[in-house]
């Protein structure tokens, strides 16, 4: 099962493009908004409107040989230790070894946020490169789920 934190994923086409060429079932979690899918691996959860709602109902369910897309670094934190394999939409892998200091990253930087609130800019914007490097990285996580079997 491939669970997306759809809200403002930005690669969910190619999700479903790469689910449907390896029969994987997907589960689009969001607060709505999003158009169904017809493909019938693709899943829309609509889940309640609330802060980390589809977070936490993405983090119940996610287990080993799951594969989690997300940016939401907390959201990683929960999934990893759960054996899901955790990919961005910028292809970078979340994983035990690395998922600790992207969180304490993003606590420190929130805290330099709040600490001046004339502090502009942010991330970096959406590439192509970022686009290939993910469509790399789900084929390759895909490949390892159903070699384990």
């Known amino acids: ?27 689009m979690v969001c607060n709505g908004g999003l158009r169904p899918s017809q493909n019938p691996l693709i899943q829309l959860v609509i889940v309640p409107e609330g802060p980390d709602v589809a977070d936490m109902w993405i983090a119940d369910r996610a287990q080993t040989g799951d594969v989690v897309i997300t940016n939401d670094i907390p959201l990683a934190a929960k999934c ?5 394999i955790v990919i ?22 929130t805290d330099l ?11 970096k914007g959406f590439t192509k ?18 070699r384990k079997g």
């Open 1 to 27: 099962m491939i669970y997306v934190d759809a809200d403002a994923c930005p690669v969910k086409d190619e999700v479903e493009r790469i689910a449907t060429r390896h029969k994987t079932e997907v589960a």
């Open 80 to 84: 990893v230790p759960a054996g899901a």
């Open 88 to 109: 961005k939409s910028n292809g970078e892998f979340l994983t035990a070894a690395n998922v600790g200091n992207a969180l304490a990253t993003r606590d420190l930087m």
């Open 113 to 123: 946020r709040a600490a001046d609130p004339f502090r502009q800019g942010g991330g």
């Open 129 to 146: 490169a970022d686009r290939s490097r993910f469509l790399n990285a789900l084929e390759d996580a895909l490949r390892r789920v159903k």
